[in-house]
């Protein structure tokens, strides 16, 4: 069974910095690209940040760009989001998801639980 | 970016009901439109991709049409657990974008 879990949300302060990790498992983690994805309160879903199989290809939002670094540690299986200048704004319930090529799409098939950062004084 | 508007925004419906969902891009996406359901406290699930394929194990009441810029997800007859969020997402051009949800409610 596929499972993503993520970790390491909470509350920091406005111009602080946050790690948050994504473990996978019930899948070959080192063949899938793999993807931060996240949603405000109340709010729709946004793409963050994307990372290739083997660690590039890297590719960022606009609204992140600069201040958040995507990694992964294929031998531990590991999605990483390292976000530093946080701002109010970035407050979401941050998903780690799993990219599939499926006929004449790229789809997000697996999607973990979610952890949720605040950035708030 | 492109932009996905769907609509309605929320809709009311009853076990039993037929209910479609719109979805229009800003845009042309040819069929690279998916759809996902997202129920409280949970991780959005895959539904539809490339616009009219089940995804495996979803429910044959689900499906999917459309092409170009207006797609429509339709639910046969609701059933109970189905009374969630719906999103469509498009992967034609990066960044990968999602309307903004429609919360299906039990009238």
């Known amino acids: 069974e596929v499972q993503l879990v993520e970790s390491g949300g909470g509350l920091v302060q406005p111009g602080g910095s946050l790690r948050l990790s994504c473990a996978a498992s019930?899948?070959?983690?080192?063949?899938?690209?793999m993807n931060w994805v996240r949603q405000a309160p109340g709010k729709g879903l946004e793409w963050v940040s994307h990372?290739?199989?083997?660690?590039?290809?890297?590719y960022y939002a606009d609204s992140v760009k600069g201040r958040f670094t995507i990694s992964r540690d294929n031998a531990k299986n590991s999605l990483y989001l390292q976000m530093n200048s946080l701002r109010a704004e970035d407050t979401a319930v941050y998903y780690c998801?799993?990219?599939?090529?499926?006929?004449?799409?790229?789809?997000?098939?697996?999607w973990g639980q979610g952890t949720l950062v605040t950035v708030s004084s | 970016d492109i932009q996905m508007t769907q609509s309605p925004s929320s809709l009311s419906a009853s076990v039993g009901d037929r209910v479609t969902i719109t979805c229009r891009a800003s845009?042309?996406?040819?069929?690279?439109l998916n759809w996902y359901q997202q129920k409280p406290g949970k991780g959005p699930k895959l539904l539809i991709y490339?616009?009219?394929s089940l995804q495996s194990g979803v429910p044959s009441r689900f499906s999917g049409s459309g092409s170009g810029t207006d797609f429509t997800l339709t639910i046969s007859s609701l059933q109970p657990e189905d009374f969630a969020t719906y999103y469509c997402?498009?992967?034609?051009?990066?960044?990968?974008?999602f309307g903004q949800g429609t919360k299906l409610e039990i009238k």
């Open positions: 997402q498009q992967s034609y051009i990066n960044p990968d974008t």
């Open positions: 845009q042309t996406l040819s069929s690279y």
């Open positions: 490339a616009a009219s």
């Open positions: 019930g899948f070959t983690f080192s063949s899938y690209e």
């Open positions: 998801a799993r990219r599939t090529y499926a006929g004449n799409s790229r789809t997000f098939d697996y």
């Open positions: 990372i290739s199989s083997s660690g590039s290809p890297i």
